[in-house]
């Protein structure tokens, strides 16, 4: 491997500053707050949640690279998870069913609101996704219905589930090799991990990346804009209004900081005896698309709500070793972004100033992917 390529590298530790701003728009609206932005109440700070971040990762590499992601909205997680276990020889109870609509309307709704319950888009098939594959078992997800009615009408449901299978239970065997099917099919369960319990329970995986809430640089003044629109929800107010309200809110400006870690020890394959080599499930390639992600993610994310977002500064501290040279925080304070209370542009931040005395000597280097400076700097340059 090059040295240029090191921020690339697998089997080192790596420690990242990303910086980005938002101009009159909205980065990260709280439902709990009337989808005001998100604020640190003590401080005034605004804040963007990792979810957020990550959403955006992930629609990035979704849209650009096509890759596959377990979060996401077209298909429930259990279904993903129980795909992988089939496509891994796994045998899940599901049986055909015929009914008669005007007698069992409930049993379909029953089935179709209820896990590890899933019927297919015609309501013919019926699949089952729970831990045991015994009767009683899957019987016992019947015992809350409260109707009597019902409940005999679900009971037969719940022996030809159980006949419909060899194997009563998964086994370790079934649950690890989902796992890793999952790990290395979505991008996202290997970078940023996932919890796979859900539905036939396949456990958890800790991802090697990991981001921090981004913090504003200055506290952030948040705008409730006040709009109307002349189209109406409801035909019965046709008659005695001809607009209705509606809220936007915004930040005019803001500078954002997130911190983040890429640990080498959450990204080893699982070795088979003590003395074989380290193999990654991360590749180069994973880490070269998460860094275009967070260089071109707001490109991609446009939105009226959201403003102009941009990524402004992305830097990333390689490591030598997987456990790292020296402490991530003291690596973070390497880069100095100023305080301005009345900034309304990012040139009113800069310059940003980065420490890089010394990084050589204790076998840190700085790779500085997005670096945005002032323009008498680039004409002097």
Not at 102 to 127: A, C, G, M, R, Y
Not at 173 to 197: P, W
Not at 316 to 341: M, T, Y
Request: aromatic share 8%; with cysteine; proline share 4%.
């Amino acid at each position: 491997m090059s040295n240029n390529n090191i921020h690339t590298d697998p089997a080192r530790r790596h420690d990242f500053v990303l910086v980005f701003e938002v101009e009159r728009g909205n980065p990260n609206g709280d439902p709990d707050a009337g989808n005001l932005p998100r604020v640190d109440p003590e401080t005034g700070h605004g804040i963007v949640t990792d979810v957020c971040l990550k959403r955006k990762v992930r629609d990035y590499l979704q849209m650009e690279k096509g890759l596959e992601m377990f979060i996401q909205s077209e298909t429930a997680l259990n279904t993903i998870i129980s795909k992988a276990a089939r496509n891994e020889g796994a045998e899940f109870p599901e049986i055909e069913i015929t009914l008669d609509e005007d007698k069992d309307n409930d049993v379909i709704q029953w089935f179709s609101e209820h896990e590890p319950f899933e019927l297919n888009d015609t309501n013919t098939i019926l699949s089952y996704y729970g831990d045991s594959f015994k009767q009683k078992d899957i019987a016992a997800y019947f015992d809350e219905v409260e109707d009597d009615a019902l409940k005999n009408r679900l009971k037969p449901y719940a022996k030809q589930l159980a006949d419909s299978v060899k194997k009563k239970k998964l086994n370790k065997d079934d649950r690890d090799n989902t796992k890793q099917r999952l790990i290395k099919e979505r991008y996202d369960i290997r970078m940023f991990g996932a919890v796979l319990s859900t539905g036939l329970n396949a456990g958890q995986v800790r991802g090697p990346v990991q981001l921090t809430f981004a913090k504003s640089v200055d506290p952030i003044f948040r705008l409730d804009n006040s709009i109307t629109r002349i189209a109406i929800t409801k035909e019965a107010d046709k008659k005695r209004k001809e607009t209705e309200m509606a809220r936007k809110p915004i930040v005019p400006y803001a500078l954002y900081v997130a911190h983040g870690f890429y640990n080498p020890y959450f990204a080893l394959k699982p070795k088979q005896k003590k003395d074989d080599p380290d193999e990654y499930i991360v590749t180069e390639g994973d880490l070269e698309n998460l860094w275009e992600a967070l260089e071109w993610m707001f490109n991609t994310d446009t939105a009226a709500a959201r403003g102009r977002m941009a990524t402004r500064g992305l830097y990333v501290f390689s490591h030598d070793n997987k456990r790292g040279n020296a402490p991530s925080h003291k690596l973070f304070r390497r880069i100095k972004v100023k305080s301005c209370e009345e900034a309304r542009s990012f040139e009113d931040y800069l310059p940003i100033e980065i420490y890089e005395i010394g990084l050589n000597d204790i076998g840190i280097k700085l790779t500085r992917i997005v670096h945005e400076v002032k323009e008498e700097e680039k004409q002097g340059a």
